[in-house]
């Protein structure tokens, strides 16, 4: 959507010209010249028409505040609010009523102006102004029902009436005049701020913006999204972070057989777990989840939990009661879920979220094929603490990720245990650290692995998150 900033009226510098002196290469070459005094009155342009036979509309009129580019606006079919916004002259009145005071005192002038036709279309903005009202109105009746404390205003004018305004105004109107456009809006938010209680116009995160067509008059109020910051905890393997959709259909409209028409390939999500509920309670239309990474389907999230901002989208309500969506999360997950640490946040926590890469801590079982000596394995595993490794991008992403080589640190191994054919190991590793294939190496693409320090094949059992270490 257009904004357009608000424009400070410009201040009128008046400059004084004067008579440049000449040199002369001979004394007495300009004895012979007499010089004109210039007049010291005021011409009085109504006494007559400066060109014998033109009327004014004709005659090129000087700008205002002079009287006569006053008259020339009025004759030309500015209306009242134009006549006001673009002649410059400080009245007791404003907008309109200032407009009949300026189209009066040029009547007193030049007594034809009376009896011009009022039925002309103002050539500044075709009477666009007269509906000020009627948008205001639009506006009060489209934001019914929404909370909301803050509004920006964008408007659509045609280019032809655009350019045909700032051409007359530039040439005709008052210096530091203000544009069709900003004063339309201006005029807009004073109606609408009599209509609406407790309204307050901004020009950053709004809540609500609006955009009005002047061609039809059609309003659009968009509702804002609300965003809250949480952490989350994933307490069940088997539930994606955000919507999954159906492989088969690709999450049309009505969904398949397949998905049970439900468009998802799971039909719940950490996404939708949290955002259900929430989205409900503040009668929002829908969710974005936006998380600090993620972690895969079949891996839980334990600790702290993951940092993560809900975008809540279209909402009707915008103060959310935190206590009460505790629960109804609570309720919805069915322990599944938790989170903690909910408040309001911002589409720059969305960045910083999307943009921090934080160390994680994580506990991973694996079965080796073989555990011929548990003390040296576990004296082998130990060693990868502080060990840089290179990771090939692993076949089950490829199909999504572009394929290269990365190289992170394994910050500390912090236990491993044997239990019987088991391995449990706890871990910390750099951001973007693959887990699984650091343990399997994934055919030979992460080097190294624990795979190729222990001289086994290994089979990752299970992989929890124990901590994000970030905020």
Known sequence: MAMDPDEDDDQVEWVSYSSAGYGSAEEGLWEDVVPADSPSEEIDWYDENPIEGESMIEW????????????????????????????GRRTDATGAEGGAALRKEAERRDPELAHQESSIECPT?????????????????ACDGI??????????????LIEEEDRIRSRYGAPGSKPLKAAFVEEVQTSTSDKVEGIEFVRERPDLMVLIDTLTLRVDVDVRPVFLYGRYRKLSRGIPQTRWPCRACRGRDGGCE????TGLQYPDSVQDLIGKPIAEQ?????????????ED?????????RPFVLEVKSPKKRTPQFASLLELVESNAKGRVEIDSLRLSDRKEVARIKQTRSEKSYTIRFKPESIEDPEKISEDIFALAGTMIEQQTP????????????????VSVDRVDIDGDEIEMTLRCEAG????ELVHSDEGRTIPSVTSIIGAPCEVIWLDVEDVHAD
Do not use: W
Request: aromatic share 4%.
């Open 147 to 160: 909370q909301f404390s803050t509004m920006q205003i964008g408007v659509h004018i045609p280019k032809d």
């Open 433 to 436: 650290t693959y887990i699984k």
């Open 297 to 305: 389907i079949d891996v839980r999230c334990l600790g702290q939990g």
């Open 60 to 87: 090129d009129a000087p700008p205002c505040p002079a009287p006569l580019g006053i008259a020339y606006l009025a004759r030309i079919g500015c209306c009242d609010f134009c006549l006001h916004r673009l002649g």
């Open 395 to 410: 076949k089950r992403v490829s199909h999504r990720r572009a394929d290269r080589n990365r190289v992170r640190q394994v």
């Open 125 to 141: 903005c075709e009477n666009l102004l007269d509906d000020v009202d009627n948008v205001s109105k639009i506006i009060s009746s």
């Open 258 to 261: 397949s998905c049970e028409s």
């Open 282 to 294: 503040m009668d929002a239309l829908d969710t974005a989840f936006h998380g600090m990474g993620r």
